[in-house]
């Protein structure tokens, strides 16, 4: 399974990179404690290029992105790092400067349109709303382009469907909507945060499609967020795994797809279907579930789950280091080790530590398929401090 967005927009160390995140960690303060959502998060985006975060819910994702656009709302709060946009750090910016910012050269698709959208205002004023906040589209020249821009993302009968509420549309038509309200002053950067939830197939296509051929014909850079790797297989030219609050693995989309080198992304890819695998293994889930953000494990976040984990990964954190080429990612192990002298190509039993032999004193090996028989999750695995 690999994605045919991968000759689309720049790839790293093509000039000067559009986006620059640094460190970035984001945390909410809480009545039960201090929740580290995001955690030293690095990463470059360049003009043209489409860049999917990827996931399971909770990991950091959309935090990541609302940092971006200053839209953490309390008891939220960036506690850390630079966001530089266009070598601009955008957290030293007043409300009012990144207010021009917002909108204007950063757009962002909410992964809701229902509940996005005002459900009492007509669709055609509030794409036209977006425009008149920032003055980049001549006034005389909003309404026309409201139209054109449905037209673009084709919906039919623009010109008559720009007076209707968001009720009256679908939800792949609010999606376009959505779309066409974040290309409305032309930005250079679309966030859009799971654009393709709650859609049938047929219409996350199109969606999709339409995504892809903004980019190619505008040239405007594109972070998705997503919890889908089909979907990011077929729009991403490169791809950032997070889980638990950091970056786990880094690299272009035919590398994550054919050479996955952390486990959880190992994991992920084999926990969907493959259409271009001759022979159809049973699906495996991921065992356990992710850590709790206030009391997080000692060593690897991802240890408490892995079938391959080594000693060190109970105690040291891993940093992300290069692989191969453009691939980097967190492990003390690497599937490239797990595959030598782990079994990794066999293996069925993906129990935490399995593999490897591994596990903390006192942890006692969940029955073998309790969690495919509807039984517990294995338990997780929080080390003292």
Known sequence: ????????????????????????????????????????????????????????????????????????????????G???????????????????????????????????????????????????????????EVAARSVDLLNTVQVPDASHRVRDYPHQFSGGMRQRAMIAMGLSNRPELLIADEPTTALDVTVQAQILELLREMNRETGTSIILITHNLGVVAGLCSRVIVMYAGEIVEEAPIEQIFENPQHPYTWALLRSIPRIDFARHDR???????????????????????????????LT?????????????????????????????????????????????PGFTLPPLGAADDGGPPAPSEVAAP
């Open 283 to 313: 699906l495996r889930s991921i065992e356990g579930l992710p850590p709790d953000l206030i009391a997080l494990p000692r060593g690897c976040k991802f240890h408490p789950r892995c079938p391959f984990r080594v000693e060190r990964c």
């Open 316 to 360: 040291d954190e891993p940093s992300l280091e290069t692989v191969k080429g453009g691939q980097r990612a967190a492990c003390w192990v690497t599937m490239k080790r797990a595959y030598e002298e782990m079994g990794a190509a066999d293996i069925t039993d993906t129990r935490p530590g399995a593999a490897s032999g591994v596990h903390p």
């Open 82 to 140: 630079q966001i530089l946009f266009h070598g601009r750090d955008l957290l030293k910016l007043s409300r009012e400067e990144m207010r021009r910012v917002r909108g204007r050269d950063i757009a962002m698709i909410f992964q809701d349109p229902l509940s996005a959208l005002n459900p009492v205002l007509r669709i055609g004023y509030q794409i036209d709303e977006a425009m008149h906040a920032h003055d980049k589209v001549p006034r005389n």
């Open 1 to 80: 399974m690999s994605g045919d967005g991968g000759g689309m927009g720049q790839m790293p160390g093509a000039g000067s990179p559009l986006l620059e995140v640094k460190d970035l960690s984001t945390h909410f303060f809480t009545e039960d404690g201090e929740v580290r959502a995001v955690r030293d998060v690095s990463f470059e985006l360049y003009p043209g290029e489409t860049l999917g975060i990827v996931g399971e819910s909770g990991c950091g994702k959309s935090v990541t992105a609302l940092s971006i656009l200053g839209l953490v709302q309390r008891p939220g709060k960036v506690v850390g």
